[in-house]
């Protein structure tokens, strides 16, 4: 499909009218080639959802959606643009939707508030931005990529983090640009049952981007409006390097989903590195034993996307269903929502 198409598409899907440009693809003709594999992965977060709740049209807003963006990431990736700009433009893309928990359409915290978390990593540079807390910026995303380049600091948190983004010029969205109808009626049921289980939803919604570029560079992203009904300025593991977010040219990167607390305990994404640097577990078998044993048996729940150096990419969750998609090193693609 041609890039004005994906153009088309995404913008139809976000309700946008901005068109979505391609000022990130890098034209320049000395870009090293380290690397003759693009590969792409997102997820749109993982939960105990049922198919049931998911009509025909429903189901194929998802799909639609997600394959677009898929898409679209990987003709930028093809045409060589750098990985870092395309997770950001991938995940702001996400952002902007209200289909997902993160940015438009973030959960709503106890006191019906928004407070928005992301985190990014350079798998060459092991650079890394991450903000927490957030509640009138439009793409946290954005924010996390400019706190890893343009400050000597990882991990800014709340009142701090918006002051930066208005050091930086990016301007304060009204927070009632996030709410959408859905996240109101969760609240509410969650609160209804509040003494049950405080935090625990059946469906997350954080959106995450991992890609390999022609250079070889791996960059993962993460964004969420945490859990609903969260509170005491609650922050999961999105936002946390090696929890929810990494990156690591001589491995793989990764962007996690679900239950923050026991993505958090594990240091999730990390040990799935870990298990392919020191003992030499493909990323497959790595991210297998992290969520389908190590998470459920602290009693969490969720998901991990991660692409390897050769382009593999792996797409693992113990819930029913992940919003995911992905394009591999071979150019192959897959888009879905249940097993
Ligand atoms: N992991 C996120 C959190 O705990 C929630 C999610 O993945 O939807 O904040």
Known sequence: ???????????????????IENEIINNDSSIESKSNKTAIVIHGGAGNMQATQFDEEKTNLYLGFLDSVVSYGYELLELGANGQEVVVKVLSLLEDSPLFNAGRGAVLTN?????????????????????AGVKNIKNPIQLA????????????????????ADHMGIPPIDPSYFLV???????????????????????????????????????AGTSTGGMTNKRFGRVGDSPIIGAGT????????????????????????????????YANKSLLEAASDVVMNKIPSLGGDGGVIGVDKTGNIVMV?????????????DGTKQVAIFK
């Open 145 to 164: 990529a400019l706190v890893m380049d343009s400050s000597e600091h990882v991990f800014l948190a709340r009142e701090g983090a918006e002051a930066f």
């Open 111 to 131: 006191e019906a508030t928004h407070e928005l978390d992301a985190s990014i990593m350079h798998g060459k540079t092991l650079n890394a931005g991450a903000i």
């Open 181 to 219: 109808p859905d996240r109101l009626d969760a609240l509410k049921r969650i609160q209804a049952k509040e003494k049950e289980n405080r935090l625990k939803d059946d469906k997350f919604g954080t959106v995450g981007c991992v890609v390999l570029d022609l250079n070889g560079d791996i960059v």
């Open 317 to 329: 969750f113990n819930t029913s269903g992940m919003f995911r998609a992905g394009i591999d090193g």
């Open 1 to 19: 499909m041609n890039k004005v198409v994906f153009v088309v598409l995404i913008s139809i899907f976000v309700g946008c009218n901005q068109p």
């Open 246 to 277: 990494y990156a690591n040219n001589a491995t793989c990167g990764l962007s996690a989903t679900g239950w923050g607390e026991f993505f958090i305990r594990s240091v999730a994404v990390h040990d799935i590195h870990a298990q392919m640097q």
